[in-house]
């Protein structure tokens, strides 16, 4: 069973995040440069929020407010599930589900740590079944 820490271990622990008085049209930006879906939205140290394409189109777009001159904290989803390095990806793949959610922050000891996505997710499962594949192919047929 894979945990988090092995799809941060191909991906890394780069996390863009934006102070919640950032503008939204500045968390936009920095999702358009970096090709990534979110951003933890923080007050100094600590997870308050986290701004996603959805918001952006929602909240937004959706809604015509100014991006320039909206504060994030006032239209990023302020709850936010987390995991830990040590959290099985079924566990996040099931959170995820229920809570209809794309991004997962990863906390260790209160300090942001990474991010993981669904995305990550069904990749690294994806990779576990072609290694079980390919290790039951071996067993039955012999290494090619």
């Known amino acids: 069973m894979s945990l988090v820490r092995d799809v941060l271990g191909n991906k890394g622990g780069q996390v863009w995040k934006v102070e919640k008085d950032s503008s939204a049209l500045d968390a936009a930006k920095i999702m358009h440069e970096k090709h990534i879906g979110s951003v933890v939205v923080v007050s100094g140290e600590k997870i308050v929020g986290i701004f996603t394409e959805r918001d952006l189109m929602n909240r937004i777009v959706a809604e015509e ?73 071996d067993y039955m047929v012999g290494p090619n």
């Not at 239209?75 to 566990?91: F, Y």
């Not at 794309?102 to 994806?126: C, K, M, N, Q, Y």
Request: with cysteine.
């Open 65 to 137: 407010r100014d991006p320039a001159n909206t504060p994030v904290g006032t239209v990023m989803t302020e709850r936010v599930a987390i995991c830990t390095r040590d959290t099985s990806l079924e566990t996040c793949r099931g959170v995820m589900t229920r809570n209809r959610l794309r991004h997962l922050p990863v906390v260790e000891e209160g300090r942001l740590v990474g991010i993981i996505s669904a995305g990550d997710i069904f990749a690294r499962e994806l990779k576990d079944q072609q290694d079980t594949i390919q290790y039951l192919h």
